[in-house]
C-alpha cells in the first residue's frame, strides 16, 4: 500500500490531495488571490487526514510542485513537507510544477508545452511528449509571436493556468495548435508521484529544494 500526499503551493491555487495506491481519497482545492498558504495548508491537510482517519505517521511519502512559480507559495509548501517528512521518516518526492501542469491535459498531444506567466511577457515554460518526457527543459523565455510558432506545430497542446495568460497567448498564436486553461492542481500529481513511489525516486529531504529558474530580466 502506498499513501501518499500531494502538495501544490506554486501559484494562488493552494491544493491538497491525499492518495492511496494511486487512487483519489480526497481533495482541497482553492484558489486565494491573497496567497493565505501559510495557514490553508496546515489546515486542509489536517482536515483531509482526519476526515479519512489517518494521521501523518501513516503517510509513506509526501510529494510536492517544486516549481517554477510564486517563491512564497513554493516556500510555505517546501517548509510544511519537510516539517512533516522530517520527524516521520516519511519519503519526499519533487515533481516540477510545468508538468504537473502538462499532466492536466487530458487528451495528450505529441507535444504539450506549459506555459506560466511570471511577469510581463515573460513565461515559465517547458515542452514534453505524450509519455510527459521533457523535450524542453524547464526555462523562462520572454514569449512573442515569433518565439512560440518556432517551438509549437499543428499539433502542439498548449496549457496555461490563468486567464490574462490564455488571452495573451491566444493572440500569438499562428498555427492550429490547441490552447487550454487548467488551475495547477495536486489532484494532477496523484499519478505521478504514484509512478516515482513505484520506481523508488525520492528526493534528498536535506538538500532539495525549489526549482528557482533564473530570470533573464534580473541583473
Known amino acids: 500500500m502506498s499513501l501518499i500526499l500531494n502538495l501544490e503551493t506554486s ?91 502538462a499532466n492536466s491535459v487530458e487528451l495528450k498531444s505529441e507535444n504539450i508545452i506549459s506555459l506560466i506567466n511570471d511577469k510581463g511577457d515573460y513565461f515559465y515554460l517547458a515542452k514534453y511528449n505524450t509519455d510527459l518526457e521533457e523535450i524542453k527543459s524547464p526555462r523562462i523565455e520572454l514569449i512573442d509571436e515569433n518565439y512560440l510558432n518556432n517551438i509549437i506545430d499543428d499539433n502542439s497542446t498548449i496549457v496555461v493556468n490563468t486567464d490574462s495568460a490564455y488571452k495573451l497567448i491566444e493572440k500569438l498564436i499562428i498555427k492550429k495548435a490547441s490552447l487550454i486553461k487548467n488551475k495547477i492542481s495536486s489532484l494532477n500529481m496523484v499519478n505521478l508521484s504514484q509512478r516515482s513511489f513505484d520506481n523508488n525516486i525520492f528526493e534528498d529531504i536535506a538538500y532539495t529544494e525549489p526549482m528557482y529558474v533564473k530570470k533573464p530580466y534580473v541583473n
Request: charged share 20%; glycine share 8%.
Open 11 to 101: 501559484s494562488k491555487n493552494c491544493s491538497v490531495s491525499l492518495s492511496s495506491n494511486g487512487e483519489l481519497v480526497s481533495n482541497f482545492d482553492l484558489e486565494d488571490d491573497k496567497f493565505r498558504h501559510s495557514e490553508l495548508l496546515t489546515s486542509s491537510i489536517q482536515d483531509i487526514l482526519t476526515e479519512n482517519n489517518f494521521y501523518v505517521k501513516d503517510l509513506d511519502a509526501i510529494s510536492i510542485g517544486v516549481g517554477p512559480g510564486s517563491f512564497t507559495g513554493l516556500r510555505i509548501g517546501f517548509s510544511v513537507a519537510k516539517g512533516l517528512c522530517y520527524p516521520h521518516k516519511i519519503k519526499f518526492i519533487g515533481i516540477p510544477t510545468l508538468k504537473i501542469l
